[in-house]
């Protein structure tokens, strides 16, 4: 079992930023993949980043390309998300998830879920 608990998000305005923690504790954390996803009201949960296991590949949705970037200390069991230049659009509760060695792009292949952070952007 891993255990995972994000933290840092809240409101901010348009062009401000935030950065996101999720914490991981149980088996060796450091062996898993970690993803970050959101979901918005209405909408299904949608990929954001992810990194590998030794932290050397990242992938990005289009849409926080250039804006947001994934980072992990392996050392802390922690994964982070680093939000620049945030809109309106990215108004969602986000998640973190792990899944053993090699990450992914869909929720459904993640097998550990944090409980979600809110973020809010106002213009």
């Known amino acids: 079992q891993v255990q995972l608990v994000e933290s840092g998000g809240g409101s901010v305005q348009v062009g401000g930023s935030l950065r996101l923690s999720c914490a991981a504790s149980?088996?060796?954390?450091?062996?898993?993949?970690m993803g970050w996803f959101r979901q918005a009201p209405g909408k299904e949960r949608e990929f954001v980043a992810t990194?590998?296991?030794?932290?050397?590949?990242?992938n990005y949705a289009d849409s926080v390309k250039g804006r947001f970037t994934i980072s992990r200390d392996n050392a802390k069991n922690t994964a982070y998300l680093q939000m620049d230049s945030l809109k309106p659009e990215d108004t969602a509760v986000y998640y973190c998830?792990?899944?053993?060695?090699?990450?992914?792009?869909?929720?459904?292949?993640?097998?550990?879920w944090g409980q979600g952070t809110q973020v809010t952007v106002s213009s």
């Open positions: 998830a792990a899944r053993y060695l090699n990450p992914s792009t869909a929720p459904t292949q993640y097998n550990y």
């Open positions: 149980g088996r060796t954390a450091s062996n898993y993949a």
């Open positions: 990194i590998s296991w030794r932290g050397g590949s990242t």
